[in-house]
């Protein structure tokens, strides 16, 4: 299959004069899958309406047609046709964080989306993104349109066009090309099926942002790190490299060289730790200290996918950021890339 590369670079904040728009929206309105830039990731996008082209997600990406997919929306008018009840709770969620990077799970309405964008669930996940890109095309396309990340499925999540053309070139119509994702990492997902919400996926509105518009309303537990299956895609393996990654958490001066071959050894690690492994041939900075959360979710992804594009590295460790509120999803993504592999203590 041809696929198409739409470059809206020059018209990021003014997609309406793009001359091949309406080319985009008539193949969304036919059932192709376009992929598209979004605040947090690329997502493949198709008409949520239209069975045969939710089909064709899980065919492109290869994705277990068991995990549900996210519907994203342009208005909360939307919301009518596929939702039962939105709470007052949930609304004032709505109205603090949307549009912007956070998904809510609310009780479905049947009838008017397809049956395989829910997976056979009777919930749905609904999400308004506020990338002046995105929120264009679904102004434009007047759909709800369901996107997974952009990726195939096990590798991480797109943040650039080029990782999504490099995943999905050939296997689908289109690709709207724009710049790299700012929030870099997936957005949260809040379960408003019961009361308290639960977190069913950390992302970059925290728990404790959650919290300030809605004290004790947000389930208190800890997001479990563990493979327990909260969110359906919960139980796949999710956002690995191909090569072997490991978490350390305390750098030292003394590491001792002879044990590793240093041109085959990656680290992924703040700039201001970079002396601690003056050896190192492969290094990509996440961020400038290891405070500096925000730019760390930004580079993550693009750094496990240039990881992927070195030839003959055999691993590589990556700086276990500290585990505070800000830092939750960060953990989180890093631990599903390593496979839990943690390293407590020093690295030597
Ligand atoms: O930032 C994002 O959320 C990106 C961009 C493209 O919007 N999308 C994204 O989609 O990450 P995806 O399909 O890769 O992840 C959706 C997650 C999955 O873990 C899925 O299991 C969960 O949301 N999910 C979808 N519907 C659900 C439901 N009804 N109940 C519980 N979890 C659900
Ligand atoms: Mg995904």
């Known amino acids: 299959m041809k696929t198409t590369v739409w470059d809206v670079r020059d018209y990021t904040s003014n997609l309406i004069d793009y001359p091949n728009l309406s080319e985009i929206i008539e193949t969304y309105q036919q059932g192709g899958l376009v992929a598209l830039p979004t605040e947090t990731v690329y ?12 089909q064709r997600i899980y065919e492109a990406k290869g994705r277990p047609s068991d995990n549900p997919l996210i519907v994203h929306i342009y208005d909360t ?7 039962t009840h939105v709470s007052e709770t949930t609304e004032k969620l709505m109205e603090a964080f949307w549009p912007g ?8 309405k049947e009838g008017y989306l397809c049956d395989s964008v829910t997976g056979g669930l009777n919930s749905v996940a609904v999400r308004m993104p506020s990338h002046p890109v995105a929120r264009a095309l679904l102004k434009e396309v007047a759909l709800p349109i369901a996107a997974p990340s952009a990726n195939l499925s096990g590798r991480p999540s797109p943040t650039t066009f080029e990782h999504v053309y490099h995943d999905l070139n050939g296997r689908i119509d289109g690709i709207i090309q724009s710049t790299q994702s700012e929030a870099g990492l997936e957005s949260t997902v809040l379960d408003c099926t019961s009361f308290p919400f639960r977190i069913a996926r950390p992302g970059t509105i925290t728990r404790s942002m959650l919290n300030d ?13 563990s493979d327990k299956p909260i969110a359906p895609g919960m139980k796949y393996k999710h956002y690995a490299p191909e090569t072997p990654l490991k978490i350390f958490n305390t750098l030292n001066q003394s590491i001792d060289t002879a044990e590793h071959d240093w041109s ?25 200290t290891d405070t500096d959360i925000q730019e760390a979710n930004h580079n993550l992804y693009a750094a496990l996918h240039q990881l992927d594009q070195l030839a003959e590295i055999d691993c590589a460790y990556i700086y276990g950021y500290p585990n505070n509120d800000e830092a939750e999803a960060l953990h989180n993504r890093m631990m599903k890339a390593a496979n839990y592999q943690y390293i407590q203590g020093e690295w030597s």
């Open 101 to 108: 990077p956070i998904t809510f799970i609310l009780p479905l």
């Open 77 to 83: 008018d939307q919301l009518d046709d596929f939702v």
């Open 213 to 225: 518009i809605l004290p004790n309303g947000i389930d208190e537990a800890q997001f479990d790190h």
């Open 43 to 54: 997502g493949l996008g198709a008409d949520a309406t239209n069975e045969q082209a939710v």
């Open 264 to 288: 085959r050894t990656a680290f992924l690690l703040p700039e201001s730790f970079v002396h601690f492994v003056p050896k190192a041939v492969h290094v990509m900075v996440l961020s400038k």
